[in-house]
């Protein structure tokens, strides 16, 4: 009997799996990331997450860190798509209060995009890197299986949209 349980939990995580995904562009990781990394970890144990980010800060910033199922991706590794490339040649805010912050918000989609298509990963929920995850992304998984966008509404007017692919 035990056998059959053991046998039927992986079936059930195979079946079930999904990546958790962070970005960071920038020359410093907030503290806050290595918070997020960790509670996304406790309610999703089974879970691969990755985190993207600059080589040398992010092997620094992690490298105490357990690494079961943490996977660090170096944006330096990564290929620019076309879009990418175009985005940097044409983005211009002139106007716009703090230009580089919309920037690296703007270029990390694309970094995370060329990050989906060379790993040709499935199921992927790419969170924020200050947000506090309280569930199991997998009972998530299972009633959005036909959903390509995923939206963290805040209330009628403002909300968060991420890619589930």
Not at 3 to 31: A, R
Not at 38 to 50: C, G, K, S, T, V
Not at 107 to 114: G, P
Request: with cysteine; net charge positive.
């Amino acid at each position: 009997m035990k056998k059959l349980i053991l046998l039927f939990t992986c079936f059930y995580f195979s079946l079930f799996s999904y990546s958790i995904v962070f970005v960071h562009i920038g020359k410093e990781i907030p503290s806050y990331l290595k918070e997020s990394v960790e509670q996304a970890r406790l309610f999703n144990p089974h879970a691969d997450i990755y985190v993207i980010g600059g080589h040398k800060m992010i092997k620094k910033f992690f490298r105490k860190y357990d690494k079961t199922n943490l996977h660090l991706v170096y944006l330096e590794n990564l290929s620019k798509l076309p879009t990418h490339q175009n985005f940097l040649q044409k983005f211009s805010l002139h106007k716009i209060y703090n230009q580089k912050l919309w920037k690296v918000s703007l270029e990390r989609f694309f970094y995370l995009s060329s990050f989906l298509k060379e790993k040709n990963l499935q199921d992927v929920f790419h969170l924020e890197n200050d947000v506090m995850l309280y569930s199991d992304l997998s009972t998530y998984l299972k009633t959005s299986t036909s959903c390509e966008i995923i939206t963290v509404v805040n209330d009628n007017f403002f909300c968060i949209s991420a890619i589930n692919s």
